[in-house]
T-cell receptor, first 113, second 113 residues
Framework: QQQVKQSPQSLIVQKGGIPIINCAYE??????FPWYQQFPGKGPALLIA?????SEKKEGRFTISFNKSAKQFSLHIMDSQPGDSATYFC????????????FGQGTTLQVKP | NAGVTQTPKFQVLKTGQSMTLQCAQD?????MSWYRQDPGMGLRLIHY???????DQGEVPNGYNVSRSTTEDFPLRLLSAAPSQTSVYFC????????????FGPGTRLTVT
């Protein structure tokens, strides 16, 4: 029943690199596409979110790109730092306003110094 | 504000035992939910509640019960623990069903032997 598919499962980059995490969804009736960041031993926390009528959103070093026709969206981390090492989850909010979040499988990012 | 709190942090159960995972929030949020996190599976919704006295099933509800007698508390009950319920459990809350930002607790790591 997974409606949001995320790749890659893990990613290693050098400091300053630009890791890219990709997600694809199967259902067109989503209102928002948030990304959550999770550090080891902690709960996930909201990082950035985008609406489906916007093609790109930037917040600091984090950028979401959204391709509605391809049903794909991705997270880019500019000038990545060792402190960005975490697990990243993409998610989708169905339009039914139930409050449900549908998560992707997660990507574990390691940024080497 | 303490935010979302969960107890216990760690728990080991034997197959067939029952227990309750506690979750509380002090933000007066209407929406609360329980997720389980398993490697490669992301976060999967177990049960959720849109307000006191109202609960509904998520993606993986079997073997779990919930109730919501107050706005603040949303306990998750394992009726008869099975090894397949070994997981990390997260409670989350948000002020309404139309927001994409959910606040997660620190998690409970459960092992069933």
């Amino acid at each position: 029943q997974q409606q949001v598919k995320q790749s890659p499962q893990s990613l290693i980059v050098q400091k300053g690199g630009i890791p890219i995490i990709n997600c694809a969804y199967e259902n067109t009736a989503f209102d928002y596409f948030p990304w959550y960041q999770q550090f080891p031993g902690k709960g996930p926390a909201l990082l950035i979110a985008i609406r489906p009528d916007v093609s790109e959103k930037k917040e600091g070093r984090f950028t979401i790109s959204f391709n509605k026709s391809a049903k794909q969206f991705s997270l880019h981390i500019m000038d990545s730092q060792p402190g960005d090492s975490a697990t990243y989850f993409c998610a989708a909010i169905p339009s039914s306003n139930t409050g449900k979040l549908i998560f992707g499988q997660g990507t574990t990012l390691q940024v080497k110094p | 504000n303490a935010g979302v709190t969960q107890t216990p942090k760690f728990q080991v159960l034997k197959t067939g035992q029952s227990m309750t995972l506690q979750c509380a929030q002090d933000m007066n949020h209407e929406y609360m939910s329980w997720y389980r996190q398993d490697p490669g599976m992301g976060l999967r919704l177990i049960h959720y509640s849109v307000g006191a006295g109202i609960t509904d099933q998520g993606e993986v509800p079997n073997g779990y019960n919930v109730s919501r007698s107050t706005t603040e508390d949303f306990p998750l009950r394992l009726l008869s623990a099975a090894p397949s319920q070994t997981s990390v459990y997260f409670c989350a809350s948000s002020y309404s069903t139309v927001t994409y930002e959910q606040y997660f607790g620190p998690g409970t790591r459960l092992t069933v032997t």
